[in-house]
């Protein structure tokens, strides 16, 4: 009764005394049919591709043509994304791209949309509802072919859609006698208007064509269950090591190099080869002296900039049966004379996506190694040395990777919260960030601060801080001297600051993402992992180790992610610093796994039985336990909101500039704000847990469409088309009706 799609389609006999070769093809939409009624266009479908059937034994042959209306082809075309990359697009946008797809000689006029249900308080349902067009696309970032996303809509909104003229409806079955009022949106100029179709019911004993009539009694169900099937959007950025995306750098696809290297008393076998990132990433390629290296190779990788590279080893006296390459980002610095130079972005994606979310928490981790040189093979051996706290030691610091976490234009995160992007643009026009220089050795150094009319801690000159009055004020100095931070003024007079503006000044709209190294752990050669912030008490459903970074709960999180990793700072430095053997430096980071992920909290139901929220919802409704007959499960991949559940399947609504999650639609009768979902529930329990009947004729042609209603007197029924076949010659129609409630 409620199908979310009902198709239909055309078959033509053809007397031929030839082969038509001409009317096949592979491609869907090249060879299509129209049928008109009196100069006005009844239907039109496309070839079903490389039918030919005729028995080729007769001076005539019977060719059968068969076409398939736009609703049925479209099976045939998979949903691509209407920018060419994701965004939150409406349900009238999804629609008319899915029309363009296949209907390019514009056919298709118009989309009407029974005014059943209300957002917003307006029946313009298209244009005020929202998704993330990614849900269309599989874990693999595979297709949905564009149908089964019409069916997703459909289902959502609770109507049936079909093919009729040049227009396509969404009907609502269950109130169609109530309600004859649609909103009709006209493709060609995107406008809509609310209109009445006319549903005048159209009595089937005066219209008989020839009596062949049947009835029967639909089968009940007393238990209906709807399953809100959601498209997880754990992963936010795409795989890091996506075959589709990382391409060999030369043209040809296999170029690898291949030396030799005595390691630790042993000949090693080293390969390397050098790949790109062809959409999904920006990089900062590297650079000699400043000039570019168009193509890395073993002879200039010592350079300064970021590059992928797949390694593989082996001894050479025992040379193996299969190689195993991994891959890696190496971020490199082999400035002249020691000098740090590699600095800025090293990393950042490409296409940045959109987020929509209420809550939840981004675990982010990468995966890295230490290293003197710039070949990742693992068998290379660049220093025993540990992270040292002795006599002899001059400090050590945590690794720290600077990175940009941001949404849109609205807000990025700090390492302590998320801050409002205005706030940041204000202290650019403040002037209040610095560009400061450390840590340096300065005995002595002593800071000085006042407190501004911003709010804002400024540090000035001994002879500034002693001029000014009525401002709350401090001075101090450095626990240790080898450890002072200082900016030059205007004025080019030294003003020294402390540790946390230093920090301040040089992330800005970033923060750090931390290893926190200890005494006695390798500096060198050795894979390391973000120090970890994510506990078992977040009660997180997708849980694993990495950095925590929690999304705020009271509110829409919904923009394009920017996500950059810049040079870390270990980077072109001695790491452990001590008196007693000359450091080593630090020329490359490798690394072989960034993370970015989304997931939700209250996940967990009972931490005994480790019992979890299921991510894909179920509603459902039993009029009697003790006998149930259960209906087919009713499967929603356009969901309402769960808390429990990071997904792209979420509808949303737009107040204003700001865009909500979807709660509730109003029923356009009972005036019920429910759930889509709950409304599915009613309304299939309502009409299968009462004796249907149906019943089938041959009748007269009047129009009949599948926005008729049709009334039979012997039962004093309505009835509504379930399935109808059109003779053209005849006038006639075999139909099949449901009764209405």
């Avoid at 227009?167 to 406008?191: C, E, H, Q, R, W």
């Avoid at 007079?493 to 970033?510: G, I, P, S, T």
């Avoid at 080593?584 to 480790?610: A, E, G, M, P």
Wanted: aromatic share 14%.
């Amino acid at each position: 009764m409620f199908k979310p799609i009902k198709c239909s389609d055309c078959q033509i006999n053809v007397l031929t005394t030839k082969v038509l070769a001409n009317l096949y093809t592979a491609l869907g939409n090249q060879i299509y049919c129209t049928i008109s009624k009196n100069g006005s266009l009844l239907w039109c479908g496309y070839s079903v591709p490389c039918l030919y059937s005729t028995d080729y034994n007769e001076e005539y042959n019977l060719l059968s043509l068969q076409f398939n209306d736009i609703l049925s082809s479209l099976s045939n075309y998979n949903y691509t994304y209407l920018n060419e990359k994701q965004s939150i697009v409406s349900f009238y946008q999804v629609i008319k791209h899915i029309i363009s797809q296949i209907d390019s000689n514009r056919l298709i006029k118009n989309v009407y949309v029974h005014n059943a249900k209300k957002i917003n308080d307006t029946t313009d349902l298209l244009n005020n509802l929202f998704i993330l067009d990614r849900n269309f696309f599989d874990e693999a970032n595979e297709a949905e072919n564009c149908k089964d996303v019409l069916e997703y809509i459909a289902r959502y909104l609770g109507m049936t859609c079909y093919y009729y003229g040049d227009s396509i409806y969404f009907v609502d079955y269950d109130i169609i006698k109530n309600i004859n009022s649609y909103t009709k949106y006209t493709l060609s100029d995107d406008s809509n208007t609310v209109v009445t179709l006319d549903n005048t019911i159209i009595n089937v004993n005066q219209n008989i064509y020839e009596s062949n009539a049947s009835i029967a009694i639909g089968e009940l169900y007393n238990k209906v269950v709807v399953v809100a099937n959601s498209n997880s959007n754990n992963t936010i950025i795409p795989e890091w090591n996506d075959e589709d995306d990382i391409i060999n750098q030369n043209v040809d696809a296999n170029k690898y190099y291949e030396s030799t290297r005595d390691i630790s008393g042993k000949n090693y076998t080293l390969l390397n080869a050098f790949f790109k990132s062809k959409n999904n990433w920006w990089w900062a390629k590297p650079s000699i002296l400043a000039v570019p290296i168009e193509e890395v190779t073993p002879q200039n990788a010592d350079s300064n900039g970021s590059y992928w590279q797949k390694a593989a080893y082996y001894e050479t006296a025992n040379e193996p049966s299969s190689l195993n390459w991994k891959t890696y980002f190496t971020i490199s610095d082999y400035g002249l004379m020691g000098w740090k130079t590699t600095d800025g972005v090293q990393l950042s994606l490409k296409n940045k996506l959109p987020i929509a979310v209420k809550g939840g928490t981004f675990i982010i981790d990468i995966n890295y190694r230490l290293s003197g040189d710039w070949n990742a093979a693992e068998c290379i051996v660049t220093s025993d040395e540990q992270y040292y706290d002795g006599k002899y030691s001059t400090g050590f610091t945590d690794t720290m990777f600077k990175c940009k976490l941001a949404i849109g234009d609205k807000m990025y995160y700090d390492g302590d919260g998320w801050v409002n992007y205005q706030e940041y643009h204000n202290k650019v026009a403040r002037n209040y960030y610095k560009i400061c220089n450390g840590p340096n050795t300065w005995a002595g150094a002593t800071w000085y601060k006042y407190l501004d009319e911003y709010g804002y801690w400024r540090f000035v000159t001994k002879g500034e801080y002693d001029s000014i009055s009525g401002r709350e004020k401090y001075s101090g100095g450095y626990a240790d001297r080898n450890y002072v931070y200082s900016y030059m003024n205007s004025s080019n007079e030294r003003v020294f600051v402390e540790k946390w503006f230093y920090d301040e000044c040089k992330l800005q709209d970033c923060f750090y993402l931390v290893h926190k190294n200890k005494v006695g752990d390798k500096v060198f050669d050795t894979d390391y992992s973000l120090t970890n912030t994510v506990s078992w008490r977040m009660n997180l459903a997708e849980s694993e180790d990495g950095v925590a970074v929690s999304l705020p709960s009271d509110k829409m999180t919904l923009g394009e992610l920017t996500f950059e990793l810049y040079a870390p700072n270990q980077l072109g430095t001695t790491p452990m610093r001590r008196t007693d053997k000359s450091p080593v430096r630090c020329n490359s980071f490798h690394i072989n796994d960034v993370k970015l992920k989304y997931t939700t909290s209250d996940y967990v139901k009972d931490i005994f039985n480790d019992e979890t929220y299921d991510e894909d919802l179920k509603f459902e409704n039993v009029i009697d336990e003790n006998i149930v007959n259960d209906f087919d499960d009713i499967e929603f991949r356009i969901n309402t909101y769960n808390e429990h559940a990071g997904s792209y399947s979420y509808v949303l609504t737009k107040v204003g500039d700001e865009y909500y999650f979807v709660d509730t639609l109003t029923d356009g009768v009972s005036k019920d704000k429910l759930k889509a979902e709950e409304h599915c529930i009613n309304k299939y329990v309502n009409y299968y847990s009462k004796p249907r009947f149906r019943y089938s004729n041959s009748i007269k042609n009047r129009d009949i469409s599948l926005n008729s209603i049709l009334k039979e007197n012997t039962l004093n029924k309505n009835f509504v088309i379930n399935s109808i076949t059109y003779d053209l010659i005849n006038n006639k129609c075999d139909v099949e009706l449901n009764e209405i409630r």
